[in-house]
């Protein structure tokens, strides 16, 4: 199906990965409240803040309210990435885990941006020399090539996308974020360094780093 809320000439749509079962934080990660908001609505404001439609996959809990839901058929994020991608008529998807509620949305529009204008089938980040999985960009026509890793039994995410593109001998794009705010593509409004925008929050002592970290950078 097509999520209802995304435009059919859209180029580029935004899904949040919601599937996990949530283990770790003891209770669901997606309603669980960060700086006064649950965690599902900061990675909804991320993509909706660099212009994309915004949905939600892989969903474990009610969450229609809050934005379109593509289900998938359980297996980790890839398979929700695959859900999405075979959802969506868009050329480009993004894929944001739930659990990064500090990355700013102008990321997000620099590597979507990279992405149209060199043709990279996969494009994502990286700081302080370390690829990050997540935010990344997927051209649609991988999808394929992505479910002949899955059924390899790849389910890793960073290596099952840049396997896939291998397969189809297309570019898969790293961008170090430090160049990116060097040259101007990127900030962060609450002045949080690079270093901070990828903290994980999996867990209750992440939750409470993490809202240690932006009452420390709050712009007043």
Not at 72 to 88: H, N, V, Y
Not at 122 to 148: D, K, Y
Not at 189 to 206: C, E, K, S
């Amino acid at each position: 199906m097509t999520p209802a809320a995304e435009p059919a000439v859209a180029e580029a749509v935004g899904f949040v990965l919601a599937g996990g079962e949530s283990s770790r934080m003891g209770s669901d990660k997606a309603l669980t409240q960060f700086c006064g908001e649950p965690l599902i609505g900061h990675a909804l404001g991320i993509l909706r803040g660099a212009g994309l439609p915004a949905s939600i996959a892989g969903a474990r809990s009610a969450l229609a309210s809050y934005a379109p839901v593509v289900e998938d058929a359980g297996g980790g994020p890839l398979s929700g990435i695959c859900a999405a991608l075979a959802a969506t008529s868009a050329q480009l998807a993004v894929f944001l885990s739930i659990d990064m509620p500090l990355l700013p949305s102008s990321l997000i529009a620099a590597l979507t941006e990279h992405a149209r204008l060199t043709g990279a089938t996969v494009t994502s980040a990286s700081v302080h020399g370390f690829a990050e999985t997540f935010p990344v960009v997927v051209e649609r026509a991988l999808l394929s090539a992505i479910e002949a890793e899955r059924g390899t039994g790849n389910r890793g995410c960073f290596s099952a996308l840049r396997a896939a593109a291998a397969r189809l001998a297309r570019h898969a794009a790293v961008l170090p974020v430090e160049n990116l705010v060097q040259a101007g593509h990127v900030d962060d409004p609450r002045g949080l360094p690079p270093a901070y925008w990828f903290l994980n929050v999996n867990t209750l002592d992440d939750l409470a780093r993490s809202e240690s970290v932006v009452a420390g950078h709050r712009v007043s």
